[in-house]
Nanobody, 118 residues
Framework: QGYLVESGGGLVQPGGSLRLSCAAP???????????FTWYRHTPGKERELVAT???????IYSDSAKGRFTVSRDNARKRVLLQMNNLRPEDTAVYSCSAKFRSTTYWGQGTQVTVSA
């Protein structure tokens, strides 16, 4: 029942930037390179949206609205996955969470709040 730990959320003005971090849980630190990380976001009243995925060999932004503004990357030294969010819009306001899948096991984080408001 280990959780990923997301951090980096907060309140930012429209047009601002935030960098979210998803730290691998202790039990999969050794398997970080073989894990697929996924970023989601959820706003009350809306379905959870797939934002991005990251593997050792690929980084993909799936959210159409985020393309061109968000970048997902891996910090192998610190065993974390980063989601750089630039030119933030109020519509980006959501709880951002990440998951990590290694083989048949998936771990989830509890999310970090991102609020974009003037």
């Amino acid at each position: 029942q280990g959780y990923l730990v997301e951090s980096g959320g907060g309140l930012v003005q429209p047009g601002g930037s935030l960098r979210l971090s998803c730290a691998a849980p202790r039990m999969i630190l050794s398997t970080f390179s073989g894990s697929e990380f996924t970023w989601y976001r959820h706003t009350p009243g809306k379905e959870r949206e797939l934002v991005a995925t990251s593997t050792s060999g690929a980084a993909t932004i799936y959210s159409d609205s985020a393309k061109g503004r968000f970048t997902v990357s891996r910090d192998n030294a610190r065993k974390r996955v980063l989601l750089q969010m630039n030119n933030l819009r109020p519509e980006d306001t959501a709880v951002y969470s990440c998951s990590a899948k290694f083989r048949s096991t998936t771990y989830w984080g509890q999310g970090t709040q991102v609020t974009v408001s003037a």
